[in-house]
């Protein structure tokens, strides 16, 4: 929470602007943002479609890069990292939810919850062990061998969200991570993610468009047209 003075910031924008280049045209995507998250935030992001939501969480999670202003996650201004020490810190740092899991069809369950440890180079037995923890923690041991064409939707981001929690990453970003699954598995979901960030002082950002979901988190940022036009 923001109001102690000892908590630590994990996220710091300033001024943060992208444009993107589309058939000659510019797209400005966001217009000088300026946000700062600190250890435990679990804030809520919404606005309209178009307003900048998932690219803002790109950028935060270093898959893209800003057009101006400065960006340090745990301390570290991105601009200045080298591209091996920014994939140090996106593996090591940072964990995503998207709404498409992205999870890898030829990998078991298990496996692939495992896979941020394994590309990690950390030890294989203490990566499975880590993996078979995570994989309780999301209610599905019965599934560890399960290919993600063999589970639902619902389990599928679950496995999502473990993978995700693997390396216990400093920050989770998770855009829009129920947007495809019916409302109860929506909440299943949502009260995993929330518990379980609670439970390892993961830092969340959570976009979506659920704003019964939205209301439930301690914090709520809302966009519009590139900025932040609310915070609280
Ligand atoms: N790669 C790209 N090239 C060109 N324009 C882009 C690109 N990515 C995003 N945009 C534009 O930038 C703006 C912000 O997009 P963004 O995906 O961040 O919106 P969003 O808030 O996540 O919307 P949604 O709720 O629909 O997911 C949009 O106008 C979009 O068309
Ligand atoms: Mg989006």
């Known amino acids: 929470m923001t109001s102690f003075i000892e908590s630590k910031k994990v996220v710091e924008l300033q001024g943060v602007t992208k444009h993107f280049r589309f058939a000659n045209e510019e797209v400005t995507a966001l217009r000088?943002?300026?946000?700062?998250?600190?250890?435990?935030?679990?804030?809520?992001?919404?606005?309209?479609?178009?307003a900048g939501k998932s690219t803002l969480l790109h950028l935060i999670g270093t898959l893209d890069k800003p057009s101006s202003g400065t960006?340090?996650?745990?301390?570290?201004?991105?601009s200045k990292?080298?591209?091996?020490?920014?994939?140090?810190l996106r593996n090591r740092s940072i964990g995503f939810v998207f709404q498409m899991n992205n999870l890898l069809a030829e990998f078991s369950a298990l496996e692939n919850i495992m896979m941020p440890g394994?590309?990690?180079?950390?030890?294989?037995?203490?990566?499975?062990?880590?993996?078979?923890?995570?994989?309780?923690?999301?209610?599905?041991?019965?599934?560890?061998?399960?290919?993600?064409?063999?589970?639902?939707?619902?389990?599928?981001?679950?496995?999502?969200?473990?993978?995700?929690?693997?390396?216990?990453?400093?920050?989770?970003?998770?855009?829009?991570?129920?947007?495809?699954?019916d409302n109860r598995t929506s909440a299943t979901i949502q009260e995993l993610l929330f518990s379980l960030c609670q439970h390892y002082k993961i830092t969340?950002?959570?976009?979506?468009?659920?704003?019964?979901?939205?209301?439930?988190?301690?914090?709520?940022?809302?966009?519009?047209?590139?900025?932040?036009?609310?915070?609280?």
Request: aromatic share 2%; with cysteine; net charge negative.
């Open 118 to 181: 394994l590309i990690a180079g950390l030890e294989k037995q203490t990566v499975k062990s880590r993996a078979e923890q995570l994989l309780e923690a999301v209610e599905l041991p019965h599934r560890a061998n399960h290919r993600p064409g063999e589970l639902s939707g619902g389990e599928q981001q679950r496995i999502a969200v473990a993978r995700a929690l693997l390396m216990t990453p400093a920050i989770l970003l998770a855009d829009e991570p129920t947007g495809n699954l």
């Open 204 to 232: 969340m950002l959570l976009v979506t468009h659920d704003e019964a979901l939205a209301r439930k988190m301690p914090q709520r940022i809302v966009m519009e047209d590139g900025c932040i036009i609310d915070r609280g």
């Open 71 to 78: 960006i340090r996650v745990n301390g570290y201004d991105l």
């Open 81 to 88: 990292l080298s591209d091996q020490k920014i994939s140090r």
């Open 32 to 50: 000088g943002v300026d946000l700062d998250l600190y250890e435990e935030d679990m804030i809520a992001i919404t606005g309209k479609s178009g």
